[in-house]
Every structure is written in structure tokens, then in C-alpha cells.
């Protein structure tokens, strides 16, 4: 049975970010936050193929699939074109991907991750739109598109040639809009004008707009003490046309449970509310923040085992309370399971993989500088 895209749920839940328990997916804990999400009714679940270390489509069969009807929810997952070595490793890796989640066919799938160089060419040098079309005439795929994270210009090329892609799913939030990587707003805009249906992802930023500075975090209890900071981000983007579903890579009860709130009812902006968010945008953006997202997409091939994330979040934490004793103690508790900023070989391997384009190579050399005196 089709899917009418405009009935998907506004919140959808994103299993990038899953709790863990002694290293591994804490399956009983996602079981319940799955359980929360479903009985709120709602209902689509994102993952992807690299997500957890390749965990996250195991964890959706097994919190998800095997305990609730086929037709009860919708899953979406993603290809990856850095797996892809030759045309038949397509087919294997949609293969294994019906497989670990335990499924006959994709409500939604899309091409991962695509942007200006080496991940557009190699899905067009394999064909990747074509093989999507051909999925879905065959019931494998119910509806197909793509990630992005490229240039407004590209993107522009890739709809032009291809009218079969049927949404797109772009990092959207209010910190984002005016960022010269990113370029949200641009992308949006494009996306609108055609009236393509968005997924958004990172409204929140990888957590960092869930958390802001106190005197920011003011701003918005005046005006709504109701209201989650996380609240604001979402609703921010819950409020523009077009926007048809919102990713949140959430990771605790307590994460969903805001969520939920936030989105049962949901109340768009007000135009007061909207000048106070412009108001806190252009306060983060005083101090200058590494764009990190927490995505891990870095950490999995790292040789060296640096957990990059964690001590981007680190430098960012300082940068914003340079004499905060505990972002230090953070990092070395960081160190104690991983490897240090300055054990980076520069191999390249991270910045080949950034959705965000960050020169790691270069940040980690600061930060060692910074944390390793």
C-alpha cells in the first residue's frame, strides 16, 4: 500500500543516537521509548546502514518490527555510497539491510549523504537514481530520495535531472540558516519553491540547541517557562511550509517525552517567538562554535580510536566558559576509552566521511594544544 507523504508524522524518530548500555544498544531501553512514540501515534522510524557501527536496522527489528504489525509503521534507511566498490555492492548491501531489519520492503529509501565530489559521482557512476526507480517497480521501495549535504547549485542539478525523487532530507535548524557550509536556508528555499516534501534532520542541532548558556536559555523561559529549550529548536522548524517530517536522534525517555509533548498539539511560532529566536541565533553565533553535529560517521574508522566528537564538544564547552575546570576532567575521563587529540595520525579518513566538511585534522591539532598542555 502507497504512502500519502503528506500524512507522515511531524516528529519522526531518528535511531542515529540509541542509548547504550555497556557498549551496546540498550534494546529494552529503546523498546520502551519505541513503545512511548508508537502510542503517541506516531509512527516512522529512520535509520541507516552505517548507523551504531551497522547496529541501528538489528535494533529497529528488534525493538520495532518483530513486535509490531508491518502496516503499523513506516521505516526508512539510507545507501551508502562509501561501501559501494563496484555496481554489485549495491544489491548486497540492500540485501543485508532487509535482512538485519527484518523486513520485505522500505517505506523510504535514500541515497545517503549526497554532495558536490565523491559521493554524487559514485551514485551516478553506479546508476543509483535508476536502481531506485527499478526498486521501487519492483516493491521493494515504497518511496525514494536522498539525504543532502551539498551545494545549493548541485542540488538544483541533481532535482532537474532527476523528477523521480519523490522528498529530500536536508539539516534544517535556526542556528543553520545563514551557515556558509550548510546553506539551510537556501536549500530549503529551493526545496519550497518546487514544493518537494523536506525531511529535516539535526533540528536540534546533534543536542547542541538543546542545551544553551544560561543568560540565552532566559531569553526563552520569559517568554514560554513551559517550555523545553529543545522545544524551541523544533518548533522553529515545525513551523515552516513544507516541512513534512522532523528527525530527532533521541536517546532517552526523557528526550522523547519532551518530543512528544512538543508535537502532540503542536503549536507553530508566534511572531514574538520567532524575534526571540532570532535574537539567541545571533548570540550563539558571537561565539564561534566547531559545527559538529555528533554524528560518529568519523569515529567507526578512525585508527586511532579518537572519539572526535566528544573532544570537539570539549573545545566548544571552553570556548564559550573558558574557566570551566570541568570540561578538562570531561576530557580525561574522554581519553581514559579512547585515543588523545594529539594521537591523530592525519590519514584523512574523518574528513572524508564529515557531512559538516570540518578540517579535523586541523581542529584536533588545536585541541591538543588546548587540552594536552
Known sequence: MSIDLAKM????????????????????????MVDKYMQAGMNYFDTAYVYHGGKSEVAAREALVKRYPRESFMIATKLPAWE????????????????????????????????DGSNYETYVKYDCFSWGVQKKAEGKIKHFGFSYHGSPELLEEILNAHPEVEFVQIQLNYLDR???????????????????????????????????????????????????????????????????????????????????????????????????????????????????TACKYCVDGCPMNISIPDVFRTI?????????????NFYSGVISRHGKASDCISCGQCESVCPQHLPIIDLLKEASEILEK
Open 9 to 32: 508524522p511531524k516528529l519522526g524518530f531518528g535511531l542515529m543516537r540509541l542509548p547504550e548500555k555497556d557498549g551496546n544498544i540498550d534494546i529494552d531501553h529503546v523498546c520502551r
Open 84 to 115: 559501494l566498490k563496484e555496481e554489485a555492492d549495491i544489491e548486497k548491501v540492500f540485501n543485508e539491510q532487509l535482512e538485519r531489519a527484518g523486513v520485505d520492503y522500505f517505506d523510504l529509501y535514500l541515497l545517503h549523504s549526497v554532495e
Open 316 to 328: 566548544n564547552t571552553l570556548r564559550r566558559y573558558p574557566d570551566d575546570w570541568r570540561s578538562k
Open 178 to 292: 545563514s551557515n556558509p557550509v550548510v546553506r539551510s536556508e537556501e536549500l530549503y528555499n529551493i526545496l519550497a519553491q518546487r514544493k518537494l516534501p523536506i525531511i529535516v534532520m539535526e533540528p536540534i542541532r546533534g543536542g547542541m540547541l538543546a542545551s544553551v548558556a544560561p543568560e540565552l536559555e532566559a531569553k526563552f523561559r520569559a517568554v514560554r517557562p513551559d517550555k523545553s529549550v529543545a522545544s524551541w529548536a523544533l518548533r522553529f522548524v515545525g513551523t515552516l511550509p513544507g516541512v513534512m517530517t522532523i528527525l530527532s536522534g533521541m536517546s532517552s525517555e526523557e528526550q522523547m517525552d519532551d518530543n512528544i509533548g512538543t508535537f502532540t498539539n503542536f503549536e507553530p511560532l508566534s511572531s514574538e517567538e520567532q524575534a526571540v529566536v532570532d535574537e539567541v541565533t545571533k548570540e550563539i553565533l558571537k561565539v564561534p562554535q566547531i559545527g559538529c
